[in-house]
């Protein structure tokens, strides 16, 4: 990794660069840091700015039948992936481009699209497509007893170097968490003399899978909660919080796993033996489970929050995101005048071309 980091680092692997402010969202090490949410709210900021927004990914399990795949509301999550359907479902106005070759599925969104923001999901790693901004998400252990520990050791994917490329590090941690961190932080992450952010993914209610009616939570009721994600653990103390009360039980799957309909004949058949009237889902178990849901099936209704930084005086990540992206634009549109100058000036040193008498233009096999 290291290797081919710097192969790409010096130019010797070819990379593209799309003409739009490109962020990646990535990690060091597996799942369970955010990215997905994170990437969301990206295209809701560009959405909320009346701006064309572009995310590319290569689809996790994602079988479409040609490359590249636009994703649409809709789309069968075996074609398009499921992080990327949710994706696709909740912004609408976004393109989401599913393609393992980023470059390919670049290059022809934005001729198609010409996003304003273009997102490379999961695209630390990446480095074909060139970025002009790398988020970094962390989770709270890798600041702790998971650090610097590459896989088979632990679950980095790269070595604690590879975060020199970094332009902000983003921890998946509420405030008294981020305080807890703070000495972690400043052994470990000063260094790279990036802002550190947190941020939180809180659920703000429940919303119905089929009919998409939103509610407050289920009124002290007991809840099947079901799960197909990195981090299930962290789903069922959340729920435990939020409601007050944990499930009567927590069925564990895979995370990205692939449900059937005997899943869902489990999962109901089970809901009816504990006396649950309602079966509790991630919004990424959802699109999944959607065409084979029944009346009890909710989802989490989340909400990205941004909490304490490093940044200035503990500026949250959105602020400091509208400062970069401002800037990146200003330099652009200077660049871009510097360019229509250069050629102006250019055009004007240029002879002009001499009219050619008759007799001296070239007759027929003359050249």
Known sequence: MSLRAGLYGRGLLPSWEPAALTVSVGNIGWGGTGKTPVAGWLLGWAEARGMGALLLTRGYKARPVTYPYLVKPGALAEEAGDEPLML??????????VDPDRTRGGRWAMKQFHPGLVVLDDGFQHMAVKRHLNLVLLRPQDLADQWNRVIPAGSWREPVSALKRADAFMIKTGPNGFARLAPFIKERLERYRKPVFSFQIQPVGVRHVLHG????GFGGAPYLLVTGVGEPAQVKRTA?????YPPVKH?????????TKADVLDMQATARRLGCDAILCTP???????PMCSEEF???????DFGPSSFGSGSPFNTWWNRRFDAFNLRRTDALEDEERARAAQDDTQPDPQ???ADERPTNGEK
Not at 88 to 97: D, E, I, L, Q
Not at 240 to 244: A, E, P, S
Not at 298 to 304: A, G, V
Request: aromatic share 14%.
């Open 88 to 97: 696709a479902t909740m912004h609408r106005k976004a393109h989401v481009v």
């Open 213 to 216: 009616n939103a509610d407050s």
């Open 240 to 244: 435990t919080n939020f409601f007050g």
């Open 251 to 259: 069925m564990v799957f895979r995370d990205h796993h692939a449900y």
């Open 284 to 290: 990424k178990d959802a699109v999944k489970l959607g």
């Open 298 to 304: 909710w989802q989490f209704d989340l909400r990205l």
């Open 355 to 357: 009219p050619v008498a």
